[in-house]
Every structure is written in C-alpha cells, then in structure tokens.
C-alpha cells in the first residue's frame, strides 16, 4: 500500500461468497492476483488486485506465512 493520505490506495474490502472471479469495478472475468501485506508476523493478509484495471480487494482472508 502507498503512504497516499487520501487513502487512494486501499484496498476495497469485498464480500467472497463461494468464488470471486469477475472484478466489480470493471468486469474483467479472469481471475486476480494475489499480494500479502503483513499483519503480525507470522500472520499476513490476502490482497486481490485485478490484473485489468489494478483494481485492490480486501478479503478478509489471513494466512499464515512460513
């Protein structure tokens, strides 16, 4: 995440159901990336960014990084 003030780089939180494959802000259908941001180590979160419009999504998922 940037040091951006204005929070222009934080990521949405998004509601997963069963899949999330279709990007809501603009339709791309094929899947995101992933990137971590570290909560407590060893503890980081998911990140979803859509490859089409960079688009970032919180989850809520957590994993835990070895």
Known sequence: MSDDPTGADVPEFIHVEKELRRCPACGYEDGFHVS???????????????PRCSKRYRTGWAVTLA
């Open 36 to 50: 971590f941001s570290v909560l407590k180590a060893p503890r980081a979160e998911v990140i979803l960014i859509c």
